[in-house]
């Protein structure tokens, strides 16, 4: 839910402006956090899980990313897209991967203090990096790709009491 949700804030702006068509790309996880009726395209990748060493040495599992990245390229071509952009998970790397080679501008949107892994990797790549929180410029990079936007509240947030939380949490 840490990529999706303020991904779909963003589409939600984007989609305002009335001027953005909108290719989400998620997994199935994702795609059970979306809602069924969309105003964006939508591709669920069949990509699996990234597993740490395991994944690194299963051949039918770099015979998939490179699949994915196929699909990538077709979908950029296909849909002359004009921007490609991550909220982070090793899917990502792919799918930006492949709009860079295509010389598509490509950027991310971290939503932790320290980057996960996929969008440390795509830190070298992208033309541009956005981050949550002030502190993440000092940790990955104060260079002026990267711009400090806050944290989007959307109506799905709301906020409770301490109280409440270690209520709710146990």
């Known amino acids: 839910a840490g990529?999706?949700?303020?991904?779909?804030?963003?589409?939600?702006?984007l989609t305002l402006q009335k001027k953005w068509q909108i290719i989400f790309v998620t997994d199935s996880r994702g795609r059970a956090l979306l809602p069924d009726e969309a105003d964006f395209e939508m591709y669920v990748s069949?990509?699996?899980?990234?597993?740490?060493?395991?994944?690194m040495i299963n051949p039918v599992f770099w015979f998939k990313v490179v699949c994915e990245a196929l699909t990538a390229r077709n979908v950029?071509?296909?849909?002359?897209?004009?921007?490609?952009?991550?909220?982070?998970?090793?899917?990502?790397?792919?799918?930006?991967?492949?709009?860079?080679?295509?010389?598509?501008?490509t950027c991310l949107h971290e939503q932790n203090v320290k980057p996960g892994k996929a969008n440390a990797l795509l830190l070298k790549w992208v033309d541009r990096y956005y981050v949550v929180f002030e502190e993440s410029k000092r940790i990955i990079d104060s260079n002026s790709r990267c711009v400090w936007t806050g944290f989007s509240i959307s109506k799905r947030t709301h906020l409770i009491s301490a109280e409440e939380a270690r209520a709710a949490l146990g």
């Open 3 to 13: 990529h999706v949700y303020p991904a779909l804030d963003l589409i939600k702006q």
């Open 46 to 55: 069949v990509m699996p899980r990234y597993r740490g060493r395991y994944s």
């Open 76 to 105: 950029v071509r296909q849909q002359s897209v004009i921007l490609a952009m991550s909220f982070g998970g090793f899917l990502s790397i792919p799918w930006i991967g492949m709009a860079k080679l295509m010389r598509v501008q």
